[in-house]
C-alpha cells in the first residue's frame, strides 16, 4: 500500500464522519472492514459517496450474481487489479460460473479484437456470459464498444440491464484503477493465481 490504512476502528473528528463509518460498517456487516474502505476512509466524504454508489451497484440492480461477477472478474483481470479479483472471481463461481468458464475469464489477452470479429464462444460460459465477458473487455480495454458487440448485448437483456451491466463495469473500472494506483491491499502486482 502506497499510503498507510486508517485505524481500524477508524477514528473520527466529527459526528458525520462517525455516520459515515457506520454506514461503511453496516454495508460490510457481518464482515470487517476492508483494506479499500481503510484507505477511502483518509477522506470521509469520499468514501461515503463510494459506499453508496458501490452498495447500488453491488446490491440493488436486477442483473444476476454469475452476470455481476463475471463483469466485475473480467475488470479485475484486464486491469490487473489482483486484488479485486481475489475478492470476486470466487463469488463468480458461488454465482453459477464454471471453474472452466472462469479460466477463460481470467485469459489476460484480449477476448474480442477490434476489427477482427468476436472469438466464438467457448463452451463453459452461457450465452448470456460470454456476452458480458465480451461487452466487458472491450469496454474497459477500448472504452467504446462496437456496435456488434452491443447490438448481441442488446438481444440478449432488456434496457435496464444494459444500463446495469455498463455501470457495474464502469463502476469497478473505477475500482480496479484505485486499488491499483494505490496497491491496496499489496496484491495487485502477483497475478490471478498468487493473489489467494
Not at 455516520?19 to 460490510?28: F, G, L, M, S, T
Not at 451497484?57 to 486484488?83: G, H, K, M, Q
Not at 460470454?130 to 437483456?157: G, I, K, P, S, Y
Request: hydrophobic share 40%; proline share 8%.
Amino acid at each position: 500500500m502506497r499510503l498507510p490504512y486508517v485505524p481500524n476502528p477508524p477514528e473520527t473528528t466529527s459526528p458525520e464522519d462517525a455516520a459515515i463509518v457506520e454506514r461503511i460498517q453496516a454495508r460490510r456487516a457481518p464482515r470487517p472492514l476492508q483494506p479499500l474502505d481503510l484507505t477511502l476512509l483518509h477522506s470521509p466524504p469520499v468514501a461515503d459517496g463510494w459506499n453508496s454508489f458501490l452498495g447500488a451497484v453491488r446490491t440493488r440492480t436486477t442483473i444476476p450474481a454469475d452476470l455481476r461477477e463475471i463483469a466485475i472478474s473480467r475488470v479485475a483481470v484486464v486491469n490487473r487489479a489482483w486484488y479485486e479479483w481475489m475478492h470476486h472471481a470466487p463469488l463468480a463461481e458461488q454465482g453459477g460460473v464454471s471453474k472452466e468458464g472462469m479460466e477463460v475469464v481470467k485469459q489476460e489477452e484480449p477476448l474480442v479484437l477490434a476489427g477482427e470479429g468476436r472469438m466464438e464462444r467457448p463452451g463453459s460460459l452461457t450465452e448470456e456470459q460470454w456476452a458480458v465477458v465480451c461487452f466487458t473487455d472491450e469496454m474497459t480495454r477500448n472504452v467504446q464498444v462496437r456496435d456488434e458487440t452491443f447490438a448481441r448485448l442488446r438481444e440478449l437483456f432488456g434496457e435496464r440491464e444494459v444500463v446495469e451491466i455498463t455501470a457495474t463495469v464502469a463502476c469497478y473500472n473505477c475500482v480496479s484503477r484505485f486499488l491499483v494506483a494505490l496497491d491496496v491491499g499489496e496484491r495487485n502486482g502477483l497475478g490471478p493465481d498468487a493473489a489467494h
